[in-house]
Structure formats: structure tokens, C-alpha cells
């Protein structure tokens, strides 16, 4: 199965607020309410930053966002800040033979 | 504090083997299933094998499927990939991660890396 589609690349300024799409099929981010999405350092371990479409976990700030309609789930970052430059991957789960896919990724830069 | 930490990485030649493990701390172990994710160079990340927490199931993406097994020892709070059969593009980092739910991996390793080349 393919990867999620996210844009390879999005950019904002600080205090801004940017979307990151994320676009599977009906058979993966439309069939199920499990997305979630991770924030990557390279070099690092990625974080949890949303599960389950809209969740936070605890210490993630309440400027990070999610949403779903039909195919595509969304990550918003308002009030952007220079630490939240970072690679971001959605996550789906994808049925019982798939299991979970990711998103290619998106590069966030904080201009 | 939560740890996962990778290790066995290295270079190895195509058709070779190489067994990773990744060891947990900080939290219990037993009562997370686990996971195994790898980013190639230059590339996103890649989901490609979970067992559940008592290791009761195993399910494996089809790149490495025949190729790979995961295993676990709760005893020790330790999971291992066995790689057999290594090809170039399976050169990459790779993660280690524990779930509460399906797809939401609360914690992550830094990752081992892996280069396959002769």
C-alpha cells in the first residue's frame, strides 16, 4: 500500500498558523478515527504530538491541532514558534492486514 | 523516565543477517505492544512490524514480510528484529516504539542504524 500524501514541504512565520494536510483513502484515513501525527528531529526519537484524529497527549501544546473530513486528516500549528521547525508524519491505521501507515512527511521551516 | 533504546546496527552485505534489539525502561514493558519503524536515507518514516503485548500476534508490512521476525521478551523488557535476507533498501534507521493504542506510539527510541552494502 502506498504512503500517506502530505506536501513535502510548508512554511510559516512565527505567530502564524499552518495546515499539513494528509490524504489516504477510503480503505485507511477515511475508514477509521485512528490518525495520528508525529514530530520528527532528525537524529532524534519522533514525538506524539496527536492520536486519534484530535487528541493531545499530555505536554503537547494546545496550539497543535487535528481534524479528519472524509479521506484527509489535518495538522494545524497556530502561533508558530522557531522549535516547532521539525519534520511532521501522519499515521493511520489501515485494517487488520496493512496495519498502519505513514505520511511521506512534511518539512515545517519557521521563516 | 521512559527509555527505549536501540542497538545492533551495523554494516552488513547484501543476503546477510543482523538481530536488533531495543530495550525498555521507565515503564512497563509487558503491558505495551511494540513496534519497529525505519527511515531510509532521505526518506519518510516506514512502519514495518508489530507484536502485541503478551506476543500473541505478529504482523509484518509486505517489504519485509518472510524476511523479518519480531520477537519479545517481557522477562527482560526487550524486543528484537531478526533480519535475514538484508537487501540495499533495507538500508536505514531503525526505530523501536510502544503503543498505548493502535497507531498512537507514545514512546520512541533514537533509533540503530542499519547499512547494507558489499
Known amino acids: 500500500q502506498s504512503a500517506l500524501t502530505q506536501p513535502r514541504s510548508v512554511s510559516g512565520s512565527p505567530g502564524q498558523s499552518v495546515t499539513i494536510s494528509c490524504t489516504g483513502t477510503n480503505s485507511d484515513v477515511g475508514a477509521y478515527n485512528y490518525v495520528s501525527w508525529y514530530q520528527h528531529h532528525p537524529g532524534t526519537a519522533p514525538k506524539l504530538m496527536i492520536y486519534d484524529v484530535s487528541k493531545r497527549p499530555s505536554g503537547v501544546p494546545d496550539r497543535f491541532s487535528g481534524s479528519k473530513s472524509g479521506n484527509t486528516a489535518s495538522l494545524t500549528i497556530s502561533g508558530l514558534q522557531a522549535e516547532d521547525e521539525a519534520d511532521y508524519y501522519c499515521?493511520?491505521?489501515?485494517?487488520?492486514?496493512?496495519?498502519?501507515?505513514f505520511g511521506g512527511g512534511t518539512k515545517l521551516t519557521v521563516l | 523516565q521512559v527509555q527505549l533504546v536501540e542497538s545492533g546496527g551495523g554494516v552488513v552485505q547484501p543476503g546477510g543477517s543482523l538481530r536488533l534489539s531495543c530495550a525498555g525502561s521507565?515503564?512497563?514493558?509487558?503491558?505495551?505492544?511494540m513496534h519497529w519503524v525505519r527511515q531510509s536515507p532521505g526518506k519518510g518514516l516506514e512502519w514495518l512490524t508489530f507484536?502485541?503485548?503478551?506476543?500473541?500476534?505478529?504482523y509484518y508490512a509486505d517489504s519485509v514480510k518472510g524476511r523479518f521476525t519480531i520477537s519479545r521478551d517481557n522477562s527482560k523488557s526487550t524486543l528484537y528484529l531478526q533480519m535475514n535476507s538484508l537487501r540495499t533498501d533495507d538500508t536505514a534507521v531503525y526505530h523501536c516504539?510502544?503503543?498505548?493504542?493502535?497507531?498512537?506510539?507514545?514512546?520512541w527510541g533514537q533509533g540503530t542504524l542499519v547499512t547494507v552494502s558489499s
Open positions: 507484536i502485541r503485548y503478551d506476543g500473541s500476534d505478529r
Open positions: 499515521c493511520s491505521f489501515a485494517g487488520s492486514y496493512t496495519i498502519l501507515i
Open positions: 516504539a510502544a503503543d498505548t493504542a493502535m497507531g498512537r506510539f507514545d514512546y
Open positions: 521507565g515503564f512497563t514493558f509487558s503491558g505495551h505492544s
